[in-house]
């Protein structure tokens, strides 16, 4: 497995959650057939009025210089080296002159032409000054093959930053940067980070609980050589397969060692309590394997079909995640069934000292209060259910659904308060495109065309959360500026009687220049207008949706125009949505399954029900949770539910099963046979539950939003789900004894579990264990 690392590689594109085949999806494939790449955008931004001194005016305009000579750079635009449209006085067409004329201005020329760029040329509003005229911006456009790979990061991390810190270093003004490829490589950088960290303080936390029950370094060593083993296949899977490292498979190595951890607690416990019971190793280790291994391989496999749900969606990014997860949940179940067994058949038997734990006051204290409460406080345990049951639902409701692209983003670091800056100077950040497809050759440049253009561009302007539009009409537009000597009053779109030569001198500037290619297609079919967004609730972006279409549809007849909207911002809202569809049918399988599997196991309808109510319930008031505490459905908190579902429900089985075999034991006496089991299994559930809580606690340490949130969540869930199963579980198996204490439940073993024929006299030392 670790000669599989090599294969690993880390994911340079974002999460796509739509399925390819999906209608939006095909839209933007056919945008960036057209366009290429849109996320190829890097800016700097200043808001310093010391910027238009002579020295830092300089250096700004080298910083621009010095990065486009790089060959990942396509082009940059600054403030130094703007070019201005002129029309030329014996041709017909505009020529591009230098904006600054001077090589080396001085003050009062640099404040001549900042007026100037501010007031009479509002063609680079919002693409080089801010609407409000506070802030300047330099673009750095990248070549878009090197997008979506390690060259992009190579070349902001060992180049861009560098030139940047460099540049603030030498004139004391700070620059943010942004931009969809920046903040995508400092992001993922994060994650990388975060793995070992998550690593690290997963086996920390969990050794030390491990130790803290055991009081054994010999039994922590075996377990967590155990998971080290675990984590290191979880790794070269992901490099056998071939997988991207993206943020939710980062989460397999973490999520190994914190479910890994409980197997090796059962089985060593099972081990101890069988040695301190009747001292034989070899019946002990062989009584470890068919008993709980049995139990502990219907658990693994009720975790893995959890996670295997995600496989059944469209998106390939969970399909990866549950085919990952679920091999790897089966692989640390198979590898603790065969190292801790073998390890210690080869060790001495454990002293007094080892198994001192099994008789720690406390333990037994905790569990003689949960037999306490289930003998005579029923009623009480039923009534707080209902009250919980009642409050989750009222909580419920409270719940948003949000698809921000940056929400999950660590608040904490330098590029999020860049992030901040952009989209209050800017109005946006995030890309949004629509595509315009005249449905002839060259029908991008006829007036008709862009006057429905400009009329859905004015639309968009007044829409709070969209930044200023930039189109193919800006530079119609700026050459019928030009072509009246540049006065900005003329800045707008020709009237029929100047159409003919304004569109002809701006079609032979278009095509001399190269200024908008990026805007209208080859063929001239195509046009693309392109807007940023603020970061906005899901509600809000489906009501401005909702607007544009409808503006859409009134302005650009549908016979002889298609208008798609599209962008990365759009897809990933969409792909939100999708999500959280595909992963109520995911939840619902994993019921399904689950209750096939206790079918399987009781053979009656009643103990499905029984099951999986202390199951349904954590997961009802977490939802609930979720709703008074504002966190959002997105597609980091949706995983919560199949993930602490299918954790959950192994405590069930563990209960069930030992359940089961004391039925058979004690000749089907349901009373006798729950507070055996409970007496068993309870110190384990509690044992494992206490390793998960802190386990998935772990999580919360992420710099990542949507990671610390799933963690909170998972860890209260699984909390809720250790009291439901050791109370509310055993509860209703005694409230319903008559109705479930038939024969027939048992006639035919799903699990044969005890073989031995001593079992009947070994049925009180079981219990006093």
């Known amino acids: 497995m670790a000669m599989q690392w090599k294969h690993m590689r880390f994911t340079y594109t974002e999460a796509n959650l739509l399925p390819d085949n999906h209608e939006f999806n095909e839209e933007y494939l056919q945008f960036l057939n057209k366009f290429g790449e849109e996320g190829n955008l890097i800016i700097l931004g200043v808001k310093d009025s010391s910027l238009f001194q002579p020295e830092n005016f300089k250096a700004w305009s080298q910083l621009a210089r010095e990065l486009e000579t790089f060959d990942e750079v396509e082009l940059s635009l600054s403030i130094g080296d703007l070019k201005k449209l002129e029309k030329e006085k014996n041709k017909d067409e505009f020529a591009l002159v230098p904006f600054i004329q001077d090589s080396l201005p001085n003050e009062e020329q640099l404040s001549r032409y900042r007026y100037e760029l501010?007031?009479?040329?509002?063609?680079?509003?919002?693409?080089?000054?801010?609407?409000?005229?506070?802030?300047?911006?330099?673009?750095?456009?990248?070549?878009?093959?090197?997008?979506?790979?390690?060259?992009?990061?190579?070349?902001?991390?060992?180049?861009?930053?560098?030139?940047?810190?460099?540049?603030?270093?030498?004139?004391?003004?700070d620059v943010y940067t942004s931009g969809m490829p920046y903040i995508r490589t400092l992001n993922s950088q994060n994650i990388i980070n975060e793995i070992g960290k998550f690593i690290g303080a997963a086996l920390l936390v969990t050794s030390l609980i491990f130790f803290f029950f055991f009081r054994s370094f010999r039994a922590t060593f075996i377990s967590m050589v155990t998971v080290i083993i675990g984590v290191m296949w979880a790794f070269g899977i992901l490099g056998l397969l071939h997988y991207e490292i993206t943020v939710l498979t980062a989460l397999i190595p973490p999520l190994i060692i914190v479910i890994g951890i409980p197997n090796c607690i059962f089985l060593i416990n099972k081990y101890q309590q069988e040695i301190k019971s009747h001292g034989n190793q070899a019946k002990s280790l062989q009584r470890v394997i068919t008993k709980v291994g049995n139990a502990t391989l219907m658990t693994n496999v009720t975790t893995a079909s959890g996670f295997a749900t995600f496989i059944l969606t469209n998106s390939k990014l969970l399909k990866e995640f549950g085919t990952v997860a679920s091999i790897?949940?089966?692989?640390?179940?198979?590898?603790?069934?065969?190292?801790?067994?073998?390890?210690?058949?080869?060790?001495?038997?454990?002293?007094?000292?080892?198994?001192?734990?099994?008789n720690k006051r406390w333990i037994g204290r905790f569990v003689n209060w949960m037999e306490r409460m289930v003998r005579g406080h029923r009623i009480a345990i039923y009534a707080v259910t209902v009250i919980l049951l009642c409050t989750s639902i009222i909580g419920i409701n409270k719940i948003k659904l949000s698809g921000s692209l940056i929400e999950d983003l660590p608040k904490k670091e330098a590029f999020y308060a860049d992030i901040k800056f952009f989209e209050q100077q800017y109005e946006g950040i995030m890309p949004l495109e629509i595509l315009v497809d005249t449905k002839r050759k060259k029908g991008v440049m006829k007036l008709a065309t862009l006057k429905r253009m400009d009329e859905l561009e004015q639309y968009l302007q007044e829409i709070p959360e969209l930044s200023k539009t930039l189109s193919i009409t800006d530079l119609v537009k700026y050459s019928k500026q030009a072509y009246y000597n540049s006065n900005p009053e003329y800045y707008q779109l020709p009237n029929s009687q100047e159409r003919t030569f304004i569109l002809s001198y701006a079609k032979s500037s278009a095509e001399n220049t190269n200024l908008l290619s990026s805007y209208v297609d080859s063929t001239g079919q195509f046009a693309r207008i392109t807007t940023f967004m603020k970061d906005t609730p899901t509600e809000r972006f489906d009501r401005i949706e909702e607007d544009i279409r409808a503006k859409i549809a009134k302005i650009f007849p549908a016979d002889r125009y298609d208008v798609s909207i599209t962008g990365k911002a759009f897809i990933f809202e969409k792909g939100t949505k999708y999500l959280v569809n595909n992963l109520i049918l995911s939840l619902s399988l994993a019921i399904l399954l689950i209750a096939i599997f206790m079918a399987w196991m009781f053979r009656n309808l009643k103990m499905i029900l029984v099951s999986l109510i202390p199951n349904l319930l954590p997961l009802l008031i977490t939802a609930g949770l979720m709703g008074y505490l504002g966190v959002p459905i997105k597609p980091s908190t949706i995983l919560v539910f199949s993930i602490a579902f299918g954790i959950s429900v192994d405590d069930t089985i563990h209960f069930l099963a030992k359940y089961r075999q004391e039925l058979m034991v004690n000749n089907w006496k349901i009373k006798r046979s729950v507070y055996a089991a409970l007496k068993e299994t309870g110190v384990s559930m509690f044992y494992t539950s206490i390793v998960l809580f802190f386990g998935f606690s772990v999580f919360t340490i992420s710099s990542f939003g949507g990671t610390v949130a799933l963690g909170a969540l998972v860890s209260a869930t699984l909390l809720f789900a250790m009291l439901a199963n050791l109370l509310l579980l055993p509860s209703l198996l005694l409230s319903l004894e008559r109705s479930i204490a038939n024969q027939q439940t048992l006639k035919k073993p799903a699990l044969e579990i005890i073989p031995s024929p001593e079992a009947e006299e070994m049925v009180d030392s079981e219990v006093e264990v």
Not at 141 to 162: E, G
Not at 329 to 339: A, G, R
Not at 343 to 352: L, R, W
Request: hydrophobic residues 45%; positive net charge; charged residues 20%.
């Open 118 to 173: 501010f007031n009479k040329l509002p063609f680079y509003e919002g693409l080089v000054y801010s609407p409000s005229k506070e802030s300047v911006r330099t673009a750095i456009y990248l070549k878009k093959s090197i997008v979506n790979t390690p060259a992009r990061r190579d070349f902001i991390v060992n180049d861009l930053i560098p030139a940047v810190e460099a540049f603030e270093a030498r004139t004391g003004i």
């Open 328 to 358: 790897n949940i089966i692989v640390i179940f198979l590898l603790s069934l065969f190292i801790i067994p073998i390890v210690y058949s080869y060790m001495a038997v454990p002293k007094y000292k080892h198994l001192k734990h099994l």
